[in-house]
């Protein structure tokens, strides 16, 4: 199975899960809570007013080597977007790619997720705990504040 199949399926449509695709074609479903969801809109506004020249993307789906990662928000460049608009998935990651950390994430997992997304062009990765504490990563390391949105806070609250 292929990104395309999952998208196209309607008893897929409506499901409260995000879904992600192994490299192997195995379906991924995760539940998300409503906190993850508060998460996710709070960090997608602040990226809208902070950072210019772009766009902010809930749940963007890029195609890497070990199949389809979500990105449970995003930030793309208007220069990107346009190569990426019209794809199911894209090929290339927004340059800003956040992930909101729930129980079940393991350390392992989201430094694999992370290495998937610089392999595929991301500029930083950011992870969002469930207490609002926001990390920041790029291809070098931890930072201490986001290169690219360096006012955005160090913790997301609401």
């Given at each position: 199975?292929?990104?395309?199949?999952?998208?196209?399926k309607?008893?897929?449509?409506?499901?409260?899960?995000?879904?992600?695709?192994?490299?192997?074609?195995?379906?991924?479903?995760?539940?998300?809570?409503?906190?993850?969801?508060?998460?996710?809109?709070?960090?997608?506004?602040l990226?809208?007013?902070?950072?210019q020249g772009?766009?902010?993307l809930?749940?963007?789906?890029?195609a890497?080597?070990?199949?389809?990662?979500?990105?449970?928000?995003?930030?793309?460049?208007?220069?990107?977007?346009?190569?990426?608009?019209?794809?199911?998935?894209?090929p290339?990651?927004?340059?800003?790619?956040?992930?909101?950390?729930?129980?079940?994430?393991?350390?392992?997992?989201?430094?694999?997720?992370?290495l998937?997304?610089?392999?595929?062009?991301?500029?930083?990765?950011?992870?969002?705990?469930?207490?609002?504490?926001?990390?920041?990563?790029?291809?070098?390391?931890?930072?201490?504040?986001?290169?690219?949105?360096?006012?955005?806070?160090?913790?997301?609250?609401?």
């Amino acid at each position: 199975m292929n990104w395309q199949d999952i998208i196209e399926k309607p008893e897929l449509q409506d499901l409260p899960f995000k879904i992600e695709l192994t490299e192997t074609g195995q379906i991924l479903m995760t539940p998300v809570k409503v906190l993850h969801a508060a998460f996710q809109g709070e960090i997608e506004h602040l990226l809208r007013t902070l950072k210019q020249g772009g766009l902010a993307l809930p749940e963007c789906a890029i195609a890497t080597r070990k199949g389809t990662k979500v990105a449970d928000v995003a930030w793309v460049s208007y220069e990107r977007f346009a190569r990426i608009r019209h794809e199911t998935e894209a090929p290339i990651a927004p340059e800003i790619c956040v992930e909101i950390l729930s129980a079940s994430n393991t350390v392992e997992e989201m430094r694999e997720k992370a290495l998937l997304l610089f392999e595929k062009e991301a500029h930083e990765f950011w992870l969002c705990t469930e207490e609002g504490e926001m990390s920041f990563y790029n291809r070098t390391g931890k930072l201490a504040r986001s290169l690219l949105v360096p006012e955005f806070p160090a913790k997301v609250e609401f």
